[in-house]
């Protein structure tokens, strides 16, 4: 039976690319310091990938309880490296302009732009019918959020990452961040 796992991927929205896997690591350190998480990968995560399990404090990292979490098969921390665009999974993600703040059909132009990015163009942008301006595809805000960028911090099954864990994250990344929610 396909099981749906719910993911938060905290993205660093300014690493390059030569710096991802220090930074990861440096994350890493921090929230197994925290007791946030266990200092030794474990296959924890779906695919058969490396994660790191939730250790004694996970609890300071969460907005609400979730008794089920610690007997899932799949509740580890995912540290993904390389430039890609992290999306929500099943949930669909609607562009809205950064000028006007309308929202724009997610159609091939959109999915062009996207492309365009991904494949190392960092200025890819993308036309707005409603006001007619053109802005680089990374300013165009997404509902459900999606995150450019080279370092991701996926946490799988978690309950809701709180606020302050967040920015604490990203204090130690020393980068903008954003939370992009999905399911797989
Ligand atoms: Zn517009």
Not at 52 to 75: C, K, M, Q, T
Not at 104 to 117: E, V
Request: charged content about 25%; proline content about 7%.
């Amino acid at each position: 039976m396909p099981h749906n796992n719910y993911y938060q991927t905290i993205v660093d929205r300014d690493a390059t690319p030569a710096e991802a896997e220090r930074l990861g690591l440096r994350a890493v350190e921090f929230m197994a310091d925290e007791q946030v998480i266990a200092d030794e990968p474990s296959p924890c995560v779906p695919g058969g990938r490396m994660g790191h399990r939730p250790a004694e404090a996970w609890e300071s990292a969460i907005v609400e309880l979730d008794e089920y979490f610690l007997g899932l098969e799949f509740n580890g921390v995912e540290v993904v490296c390389g430039r890609q665009i992290f999306d929500a999974g099943q949930f669909a993600s609607r562009p809205h302009c950064p000028e006007c703040n309308k929202p724009r059909a997610a159609d091939s132009a959109w999915q062009a732009a996207l492309d365009g990015w991904r494949e190392g163009d960092a200025s890819a942008s993308l036309d707005c019918p409603h006001c007619a301006s053109r802005a680089p595809i990374v300013d165009w805000r997404h509902d459900t959020p999606i995150g450019f960028g080279c370092l991701g911090f996926t946490f799988w099954n978690w309950p809701s990452l709180n606020r302050e864990f967040i920015e604490r994250l990203a204090g130690v990344l020393g980068h903008r961040v954003v939370l992009v929610e999905g399911k797989l």
